[in-house]
T-cell receptor, first 118, second 113 residues
Framework: GDSVTQMEGPVTLSEEAFLTINCTYTATGYPSLFWYVQYPGEGLQLLLK?????DKGSNKGFEATYRKETTSFHLEKGSVQVSDSAVYFC?????????????????FGQGTILTVHP | DTEVTQTPKHLVMGMTNKKSLKCEQHMGHRAMYWYKQKAKKPPELMFV???????INESVPSRFSPECPNSSLLNLHLHALQPEDSALYLCASSQDGRIYEQYFGPGTRLTVT
């Protein structure tokens, strides 16, 4: 079955440091890949996405590139801020058919807690 | 607008109570989801509705009963819950088609006493 593996946290950085959160996946088909962020006390927000190999997703200074050859989708940001402190989830969506209708069932990684200090 | 709304934000209920969680989206999405999330864990899928029909039930106990009155609304009826059901309950929606990203609501924090 499908699976997503994220680097273990927590990750603690100083403001303006470079961030990398590693994510690798296993999938039987051709999945779409996502990064979601969850701020304390809130739901998940879609941060960025990539739907095919070599696509680069980007948003709010975060980037991730869909690497099919290494089955990876690592999240990077050049200069983190205190406001980036949150839990980050890597996820994939492999199209599934149920009842004659297709939709994507998300498989999540375990999440990485990021804390950024001033 | 990519907003999914959920009510209530917080809910405390006893094990003999009956309560309902509500979710609404106005993005024209045709798939809606219920997830359960425990602290410091990823969300776990409970139910999927596609075109207002229940498509997936991830072996959820019958004390949780989903309902999709129309394409914009999703309810989760709760009855005779256990303390271990205390969690954050998240609703999500997605557009049917080749793009499968899901948009999540803020969640309902449920405490069962």
């Amino acid at each position: 079955g499908d699976s997503v593996t994220q680097m273990e946290g927590p990750v603690t950085l100083s403001e303006e440091a470079f961030l990398t959160i590693n994510c690798t996946y296993t999938a039987t088909g051709y999945p779409s890949l996502f990064w979601y962020v969850q701020y304390p006390g809130e739901g998940l927000q879609l941060l960025l996405k990539a739907t095919k190999a070599d696509d680069k997703g980007s948003n709010k200074g975060f980037e991730a590139t869909y690497r099919k050859e290494t089955t990876s989708f690592h999240l990077e940001k050049g200069s983190v801020q205190v406001s980036d402190s949150a839990v980050y989830f890597c996820a994939l969506s492999d199209p599934t058919n149920a009842g004659g209708t297709s939709y994507g069932k998300l498989t999540f990684g375990q999440g990485t807690i990021l804390t950024v200090h001033p | 607008d990519t907003e999914v709304t959920q009510t209530p934000k917080h809910l405390v209920m006893g094990m003999t109570n009956k309560k309902s969680l509500k979710c609404e989206q106005h993005m024209g999405h045709r798939a809606m989801y219920w997830y359960k999330q425990k602290a410091k864990k990823p969300p776990e899928l409970m139910f999927v509705y596609s075109y207002e029909k229940l498509s997936i039930n991830e072996s959820v106990p019958s004390r949780f009963s989903p309902e999709c009155p129309n394409s914009s609304l999703l309810n989760l009826h709760l009855h005779a819950l256990q303390p271990e059901d205390s969690a954050l309950y998240l609703c999500a929606s997605s557009q049917d088609g080749r793009i499968y990203e899901q948009y999540f609501g803020p969640g309902t924090r449920l405490t069962v006493t």
